[in-house]
């Protein structure tokens, strides 16, 4: 069975930083690709970051470039997101999830297990 669990989100003032990690069990990371998304309230779930199986292609949001940095610990099979100068706009729930394909795609409806989320709330 495929288990993903997203910890490390919280409460942040603007222009701080969290990390969040995504913890696979049944799944091996190094043989996926792994996006990250976030939902804010009443409105869609978008791509924000991912990182392919071979840790080589890691495309980002516009919206995070430069601030976000997407990682892999294939020895700890953890996926993190390192987040700098958060924004208000940043709040949202954020998911990790994996797909089969050639490449991480942007597209939530191309990846198959999610995790459950963890809560990021970025105060201005």
């Known amino acids: 069975q495929v288990q993903l669990v997203e910890s490390g989100g919280g409460l942040v003032q603007a222009g701080g930083s969290l990390k969040l990690s995504c913890a696979a069990s049944g799944r091996t990371f190094r043989d996926y690709n792994v996006g990250w998304f976030r939902q804010a309230p009443g409105k869609e779930r978008v791509f924000v970051a991912g990182i392919s199986r071979s840790g080589a292609i890691t495309p980002y949001a516009d919206s995070v470039k430069g601030r976000f940095t997407v990682s892999i610990d294939n020895a700890k099979n953890t996926v993190f997101l390192e987040m700098n100068s958060l924004k208000a706009e940043d709040t949202a729930v954020y998911y990790c999830?994996?797909?089969?394909?050639?490449?991480?795609?942007?597209?939530?409806?191309?990846?198959?297990?999610w995790g459950q989320g963890t809560q990021v709330t970025v105060s201005s």
């Open positions: 999830a994996t797909n089969n394909g050639p490449i991480p795609y942007t597209s939530p409806a191309r990846y198959d297990y």
